[in-house]
């Protein structure tokens, strides 16, 4: 059974970084599509980056310069660097994966593989 587990996430304050990861058991794609999803107390998830096998990758506009997505081939865990944190950044973090897209993709419908999260906090 494929399981994605996410790890990394904590209590920062404005300005801080954390690197959340993401690693996957069970059947590993070769090519893939992955992506990090928040979803903050009553509100939407929201797609914040999406990474494919080719090495492309696609981000929200709200983290557009801070966060970076990264995964260096099939085996290896799925990474979200961010920087520069802020209180609107609080929220629970998942990851997602699915069989390679055309492109990589922030829509939450693109993805039917998905990790539990992993809360991120983020004070002023």
């Known amino acids: 059974q494929v399981q994605l587990v996410e790890s990394g996430g904590g209590s920062v304050q404005s300005g801080g970084s954390l690197r959340l990861s993401c690693v996957a058991s069970?059947?590993?794609?070769?090519?893939?599509?992955m992506a990090w999803f928040r979803q903050a107390p009553g509100k939407e998830r929201e797609g914040v980056a999406a990474?494919?096998?080719?090495?492309?990758?696609t981000y929200a506009a709200s983290v557009k310069g801070r966060f970076s997505i990264s995964k260096d081939g099939a085996e290896s865990p799925l990474y979200l660097l961010m920087n520069n944190l802020i209180p609107e950044d609080t929220a629970n973090y998942s990851c997602a994966r699915t069989p390679a897209l055309l492109a990589p993709s922030l829509s939450p419908r693109s993805y039917w593989q998905w990790g539990q999260g992993t809360q991120v906090t983020v004070s002023s």
């Open positions: 069970g059947y590993t794609y070769s090519n893939y599509s």
């Open positions: 990474i494919n096998s080719d090495g492309r990758t």
